[in-house]
């Protein structure tokens, strides 16, 4: 049976139960949820439009939010769609990771076809973005004059059907260098992880002001000194807690906090979202080494497959991984006469089309 794509301006109180109800018939990811989706749909006061892939009767096979602006390039500003994002930087804050279609299992290729064909019917952009998607994504199909990598990342994880075979010991599957620091650091606090307590509805407000004081000052462009960032996080929690998609970690030692983590826990994967530690006490202690140390023998023990850092480049990440993903960002741009002046300057001056 064909598959049909459309392009409406969706009416939000319909939109919850059709995208629940597809939801529970796919395998996608938490980022394509409608925890994840709602959140950021109410924070951020945006109208995307639906993208929605329809078979003969009606029923929806698949789903994205598609947000249109007119972003600024080199030679002036461009009409780009963006899947699942809106195309301002304060919007997409958030950070979409494993992102695409919202289908039905085993129906992302066909799905991806219907959307494609729509997206090319569309006359109305000439950039279209595609960040964090999974290498070969069906959507990169999409024909057009370009198609440009503009960043591609890794996504540290631990493997903790590993960690179980080897009887919980998480520290024998790391390098000898991160096995050594984070037992030096164990050892100055006493010879334990820190100990973790689970947040409730309660604790959403002031968790997430204490994460925010731990970050003050740390970061160049920091999340958490965007007070609308603050409201995403705090809403996420507030509906993922009760059904456990989300979850408020605080370690502590002796009563004093080491550390906070947010949590996501979806199909038998544990993603660390944010986080915030405190200062080191000296050369050997490790606060973030030891929170997530502390939430590998937490989500181990609970029977979870994988423990991800989502996607970074960061050191720390590496040296606490066993094993990794990959996610990229993409541009794909149709014929104007502007690209191509612009395309023709960035390989005189070799800058990248994200910039």
């Not at 997409?92 to 019917?121: C, F, H, K």
């Not at 080494?289 to 939430?295: E, R, V, Y």
Request: glycine share 8%.
């Amino acid at each position: 049976m064909a598959l049909t794509a459309t392009f409406s301006r969706p009416d939000r109180a319909a939109l919850a139960p059709r995208w629940r109800a597809l939801e529970a018939r796919s395998d996608g990811s938490f980022f394509l949820g409608w925890t994840w989706l709602d959140a950021w749909l109410d924070n951020y006061a945006i109208q995307p439009e639906l993208l929605a892939v329809t078979d003969g009767e009606g029923r929806d096979v698949a789903l994205a939010l598609v947000g249109h602006a007119m972003r600024r390039r080199l030679l002036g500003p461009v009409a780009t769609l963006s899947l699942n994002q809106m195309g301002d930087r304060a919007v997409d804050r958030p950070y979409v990771e494993y992102n695409g279609l919202l289908a039905e299992t085993d129906r992302q290729i066909e799905a991806s076809v219907a959307a494609i064909d729509a997206l090319a019917r569309r006359p109305d952009w000439r950039v279209l973005r595609l960040s964090g998607i999974a290498p070969g994504a069906p959507l990169l199909d999409l024909p057009g004059r370009r198609h440009s990598c503009i960043d591609a990342s890794p996504v540290y994880q631990v493997d903790l059907d590993a960690v179980r075979a080897a009887d919980g010991d998480y520290l024998s599957l790391l390098s000898a260098n991160s096995r050594s620091q984070i037992r030096r650091a164990i050892k100055d606090r006493g010879g334990v992880l820190p100990e973790v307590t689970t947040g409730t509805p309660m604790n959403i407000a002031p968790w997430i002001e204490e994460m925010a004081a731990l970050n003050r000052g740390r970061h160049a462009d920091n999340a958490w000194d965007d007070a609308g960032f603050r409201r995403f996080v705090a809403t996420l929690a507030a509906r993922g807690l009760p059904g456990g998609q989300i979850e408020l970690l605080r370690f502590t030692d002796g009563g004093e906090v080491v550390g906070l983590l947010v949590n996501f826990v979806h199909r038998g994967v544990a993603m660390n979202y944010q986080s915030a530690f405190t200062e080191p006490r000296g050369t050997k202690d490790k606060p973030g080494l030891l929170c997530h140390a502390a939430a590998v023998d937490r989500y181990a023990g609970r029977g979870l497959r994988r423990y991800s850092f989502l996607a970074g480049k960061d050191r720390y990440k590496q040296s606490l991984a066993t094993c990794e993903e990959r996610l990229e960002w993409w541009v794909i741009e149709r014929f104007t006469p502007r690209l191509e002046a612009e395309a023709l300057l960035r390989r005189l001056f070799r800058r990248p089309a994200s910039a």
